[in-house]
């Protein structure tokens, strides 16, 4: 427990060392190489946050990133989680699925924008579609290589006492895969934020993106800093949330020696 005090006591510390560093080099209008005459100090920030806080439209647009989010990062956590173990266990759709998916692999999902506005008939399904495509191929990719990298030794033993394809699914398989697909779960959720707030900067009406780059065009710097924190402490909440189901769903794993469950 005090090992665990101590980490927190750092980590507190970090946080507030940044705090303070970056109040002295805006408040003396530094310019090193880097210019902080142009950023806004801490009290403007902590203003600026204050009267968003007070308005209901800053809830509006977290509600509605957190929807996008949910929505396209759980499409894709079933979709991908399904086309990885396919992949790697039928030759069959292997040949068939995967030089297509090597192929889209490379793109980044946020160049699909355009696409996705010829698709879909609302700005809001496009932007569910390319945080889709984001936390898909994570999730695919360490599903296939976790599917792969299973002893065979468990799936022949099971075979061996009568164990069928759906039994070997269930209760090798998925399993055995959970350390590697929640690592892809957590790659995944990252990228996809990533990309739904590039996405509402682009063609989003509400949402924390969305609402960070009209901040922006108005030159109201201490409101897009106000919108960069609510990104990075949503990213951080959704994030953990993750590792934290993946910690309980694989406790029954051996843990080093001093990490937590």
Not at 227 to 250: D, N
Request: with cysteine; glycine share 10%; hydrophobic share 55%.
């Amino acid at each position: 427990m005090g090992a665990r005090r101590r980490s927190g006591v750092v980590k507190v510390a970090s946080l507030l060392a940044a705090a303070g560093l970056w109040q002295l080099l805006t408040v003396t209008d530094t310019r090193l190489w880097l210019t902080f005459d142009r950023l806004p100090t801490l009290d403007e920030i902590a203003g600026e946050a204050a009267r968003r806080l007070a308005t209901s439209v800053y809830y509006l647009d977290l509600l509605q990133s957190l929807v996008r989010i949910l929505t396209g990062f759980g499409l894709a956590a079933v979709v991908g989680l399904a086309v990885g173990i396919a992949v790697a266990r039928s030759a069959p759709t292997r040949d068939v699925v995967l030089p297509l998916l090597e192929a889209l692999r490379p793109i980044p999902a946020i160049a699909l924008v355009p696409v996705a506005i010829l698709l879909f008939p609302t700005d809001e399904q496009g932007i569910v579609f390319i945080t889709f495509v984001a936390a898909f191929f994570p999730i695919m990719v360490s599903t296939r290589h976790a599917v792969r990298a299973l002893p065979t030794l468990w799936e022949d033993a099971v075979r061996t006492l009568g164990g069928g394809r759906r039994h070997v699914l269930w209760n090798v398989v998925l399993p055995g895969i959970l350390p590697g697909l929640f690592g892809g779960l957590s790659v995944g959720m990252g990228v996809a934020w990533i990309c739904v707030i590039s996405a509402e900067m682009i063609s989003g009406e509400f949402g924390v993106g969305y609402r960070t780059w009209q901040s922006y065009t108005l030159v109201d710097y201490p409101a897009v800093i106000v919108g960069m924190a609510t990104i990075g402490l949503l990213g951080w909440l959704t994030s953990a949330a993750v590792e934290l189901i993946g910690r309980k769903a694989t406790r029954w794993l051996p843990r080093a020696e001093g990490s937590t469950a």
